[in-house]
């Protein structure tokens, strides 16, 4: 089994769906793991572009809950879903993984001798746990880097810091030549089209690697990095008249890129709605500031029953002048747990909705992926969901939530419900 293990703070999905998606082209039986889902918690989850199914979740799972019980391992909701993974890759040729977050203490971090690391790229990101400088972060990320182990990266990193790593673990360090694929951009940086040249570079550099290399053909290749991944600047229409945008831009660097894009692909659209949720460990001054200063027509606040979900008065608390202009509800929490009722998202989406078709507004729903399976729902996508069999499997309700082990016996093992939550 060849693994490609992929760290870094934005791009690290889109690059891992890309590469995944040209070995299976390739007739290689091929794991992908990702995180966090969108609409169901089996997306983590792929072989040959097909989710573990409901009742192989309800097989596997318990046996890792039994394991950790016995061995007494307070595993996290994350460490369980990558254990869980490795259990339904047995069989693969290939298996790309995302790691979660980090990468030195990261659950996906078990690999020994992964065919090649890839650093996508490096900003400021879970910074109470990772560290607060990009240094810090990179020093973090960096640490799946493996002993004669080739490492890829983008061009957005610190590269004294990763080369460094890189030497002590005397590994050959590549960086990505991204130029050409932005030159007729003018200047602005489609950084669909950069990931796209890192995948394109780390399956030429794997399918040239060694007497064992895996065959990749041309045109696998260049339909593998054709592929975008879902809520990644995914344009719809709905109702035949209303433009959605759905993309999971959720830190400064993220919506930055996000807001140049808009402006590159819609120049004359001038009446922009927003629907904005996001996770509380964010910048959120920064990120509610991008977004008022492209002084949109409407902006829509809602709030994710999730544990990580930054609360609609957190977002108020740092954007006072939303107080007014933003449309809200704050949604019902639980006393005793603290389990923010769904609901609000909907009921937002649809008031945008309206809103957008009234007044030939483009419509963008971005910030958290936490949000995106209520969203998605509220537009009618027709895509898997998880039922009541995974809810009882995982120890909760679990229809639009991300993560929320740990409330039952069954499950007593996973005593974090922070998803990727690391002992750093």
């Known amino acids: ?197 890192i995948a394109e570079t780390a399956l030429r550099m794997v399918s040239s690697s060694s007497n064992d290399a895996l065959a990749l053909s041309e045109d696998a290749i260049q339909e593998g990095i054709s592929i975008r991944p879902p809520c990644r600047f995914e344009e719809t229409v709905v109702d035949d008249t209303v433009h959605v945008i759905l993309d999971v831009a959720h830190n400064p660097p993220a919506l930055q890129y996000l807001l140049a894009k808009l402006r590159a692909d819609y120049p004359s659209q001038k009446n922009i709605r927003f629907v904005l949720g996001f996770s509380s460990d964010k910048d959120l001054a920064n990120c509610t500031r991008q977004i008022l200063n492209e002084k949109p027509s409407g902006i829509h606040l809602v709030q994710a029953s999730h544990s990580r979900a930054a609360s609609i008065e957190d977002i108020l608390e740092v954007a006072p002048e939303l107080k007014t202009f933003a449309h809200y509800d704050i949604p019902r929490r639980h006393e005793n747990d603290g389990y923010v009722e769904n609901g609000n998202i909907t009921t937002q989406v649809e008031a945008a909705l309206a809103l957008a078709k009234e007044n030939n507004e483009l419509l963008v729903v971005c910030g958290s992926a936490f949000i995106m399976s209520e969203v998605r729902e509220a537009l009618g996508y027709d895509e898997p969901r998880d039922t009541q069999l995974i809810s009882q499997v995982l120890g909760r309700q679990f229809k639009h939530g991300q993560e929320h082990f740990g409330n039952d016996a069954d499950s007593s093992c996973s005593n974090s419900s922070e998803e990727n939550e690391t002992k750093i």
Do not use: W
């Not at 060849?2 to 007739?27: D, P, Q, R, Y």
């Not at 394991?67 to 996290?76: F, H, K, V």
């Not at 810090?136 to 790593?165: D, F, M, Q, W, Y």
């Open 1 to 197: 089994m060849k693994v490609i293990h992929i760290a870094g703070t934005n791009g690290k999905g889109s690059v891992a769906l890309k590469i995944a998606k040209a070995f299976e082209l390739s007739n290689y039986r091929t794991g992908l793991f990702v995180s966090p889902h969108i609409s169901s918690f089996r997306e983590r989850i792929q072989v040959n572009s097909n989710i573990i199914s409901e009742e192989e979740v309800a097989q596997k799972l318990p046996i890792i809950y039994k394991l950790c019980e016995e061995q007494n391992i307070p595993a996290t909701f994350f460490e369980l879903t990558a254990a869980l993974a490795f259990a339904f890759f047995a069989d693969c040729d290939v298996v790309v993984l995302e790691t979660g977050l980090g990468g030195r203490l990261d659950a996906t971090n078990v690999v020994e001798s992964p065919e090649l690391c890839v650093i996508t790229s490096i900003g400021l990101e879970h910074t109470r746990i990772l560290g607060d400088t990009i240094e810090l972060i990179a020093g973090e990320k960096a640490g799946i880097i493996k002993k004669n182990c080739p490492v890829l990266v983008g061009p957005n990193v610190p590269h004294n810091v990763i080369r460094s790593v890189a030497d002590k673990m005397q590994s050959d360090y590549y960086v990505t030549d991204t130029r050409t694929a932005n030159e007729n951009c003018g200047g602005f940086v489609d950084y669909d089209i950069e990931n796209s040249r």
